[in-house]
Antibody, heavy 118, light 110 residues
Framework: QVQLVESGGGMVQPGRSLRLSCAAS????????MHWVRQAPGKGLEWVAV??????????YYADSVKGRFTISRDNSKNTLYLQMNSLRPEDTALYYC?????????WGRGTMVTVSS | QAGLTQPPSVSQDLRQTATLTCIGN????????VAWLQQHQGHPPKLLSY???NRPSGISERFSASRSGNTGFLTITGLQPEDEADYYC???????????FGGGTKLTVL
């Protein structure tokens, strides 16, 4: 079954860290670019980061709002995508989606909720 | 980041046609094309079209997309109650090296 399953969300205090994971199955994970996209409660979609699929070397790009604090990575041997989130802020509170890029954002997980609050 | 501009809401009658717009610039929509996604409350988004006018398999022909200059369009014909949802456009910005989303349009089917 082709799917993405996120995990690792939860409630955390401002300034702390959290690592999200996304387990991919049913497709050749290593051949696709992968993204994190988030959605704050009642708000629209916000792109967070992308990691390429290239075997010659990967590249990563980040939204300005998370650059320097978040790191996207992947382990192709485990078919897993990660998002390391440091120095978390209340405005990072959102549902975080893992997204596969074939033709734009063509496969989405159900998301994992991150709440940053003291 | 510049972002993409969408009207917050659009209303149209059942069985009629609705056209949603997405305004970008020459670095995103104008050169990279635009994707459209549909999101129902409580569910993840679903891709409706990509690279301005391509439809993934399984998406109804009632949904069609196009682009003119820096503006993308999503046209939904024969509106059905289940088309009531939030619609987002998205594009890669080749200058900023970021993906951008529009603020979303809430479509109401009257």
């Amino acid at each position: 079954q082709v799917q993405l399953v996120e995990s690792g969300g939860g409630m955390v205090q401002p300034g702390r860290s959290l690592r999200l994971s996304c387990a991919a199955s049913g497709f050749a994970f290593s051949y696709y670019g992968m993204h994190w996209v988030r959605q704050a409660p009642g708000k629209g979609l916000e792109w967070v980061a992308v990691i390429s699929y290239s075997f010659t070397g990967s590249f990563q790009y980040y939204a300005d709002s998370v650059k320097g604090r978040f790191t996207i990575s992947r382990d192709n041997s485990k078919n897993t995508l990660y998002l390391q989130m440091n120095s978390l802020r209340p405005e990072d509170t959102a549902l975080y989606y893992c997204v596969k890029e074939s033709d734009a954002f063509d496969l989405w997980g159900r998301g994992t909720m991150v709440t940053v609050s003291s | 980041q510049a972002g993409l501009t969408q009207p917050p809401s659009v209303s149209q009658d059942l069985r009629q046609t609705a056209t949603l717009t997405c305004i970008g610039n020459s670095n995103n929509v104008g050169s990279q094309g635009v994707a459209w996604l549909q999101q129902h409350q409580g569910h993840p988004p679903k891709l409706l079209s990509y690279r301005s006018n391509n439809r993934p398999s399984g998406i109804s022909e009632r949904f069609s997309a196009s682009r003119s200059g820096n503006t993308g369009f999503l046209t939904i014909t024969g509106l059905q109650p289940e088309d009531e949802a939030d619609y987002y456009c998205s594009a890669w910005d080749s200058s900023l090296h970021v993906w951008e989303f529009g603020g979303g349009t809430k479509l109401t089917v009257l």
